[in-house]
């Protein structure tokens, strides 16, 4: 693999993350409410929810879930879920009196895990590596190296694309920090969350039934 081939790759890669999908919301909504040193952990889970979805797909479970439909179905049916209960559970938190309770709802989770379940459960994820880094790898050069390289050069940038909102996301809560503009943003992102597991559902229905 030439520099020039990796130097593509990692453009595309950082196109491709940046734009704003459930994970990039998600680390916004936790810097925005929590700060900055919260929603690493976020990124961080986003970030190894993409591990077990470039294995999987690159050993060849993305041919399976082509040949067996329902196992995609199933997958994707278990991200939608998520994405609702993450919306839900932002919507009724900002319908609620005081700060502190707010706070102290949130400590009991995990923000690690909330990334990471967003990231794994989103079977798009098989067919972006299974699609995507084909087109990136030399014929003729060993395939494992090039392999390790695409998947960590994906992960660097995905995890410092994640870091720019979320210190962008950060600074905007230095600035409003007012109890009804963190409520305005938990109840903004709690219907965002919602509308992409909506629009995925309703997208991906005609091809369950």
């Not at 990471?116 to 989103?122: C, P, W």
């Amino acid at each position: 693999m030439s520099l020039e081939t990796l130097i593509r790759f990692l453009v595309a890669t950082a196109i491709i993350a940046a734009i704003p999908g459930p994970n990039i919301i998600l680390i916004t909504t936790d810097s925005i409410r929590y700060g900055l040193k919260k929603s690493i952990a976020t990124v961080i889970g986003v970030s190894a929810g993409m591990i077990p979805l470039f294995s999987l797909s690159l050993a060849g479970i993305s041919t399976l879930l082509i040949r067996y439909p329902w196992l995609f179905d199933m997958l994707e049916l278990a991200g939608v879920s998520y994405l609702f209960y993450l919306g839900i559970t932002q919507i009724f938190d900002s319908l609620k009196t005081g700060r502190s309770h707010l706070k102290a709802i949130h400590l009991k989770d995990s923000f690690f895990t909330k990334g990471f379940l967003i990231s794994a459960t989103n079977p798009k994820g098989f067919f972006f590596a299974g699609a995507f880094f084909p087109q990136f790898l030399t014929k003729n050069a060993p395939l494992m190296p090039q392999v390790f390289i695409l998947c960590g050069g994906c992960l660097l940038v995905a995890s410092l694309v994640g870091l720019f909102y979320a210190v962008f996301a950060g600074t905007a809560n230095d600035l409003f920090k007012s109890e009804k503009f963190q409520k305005r943003t938990s109840l903004f992102s709690g219907l965002v969350l919602v509308f992409f597991g909506m629009a995925l559902f309703f997208t991906d229905l005609p091809d369950m039934v």
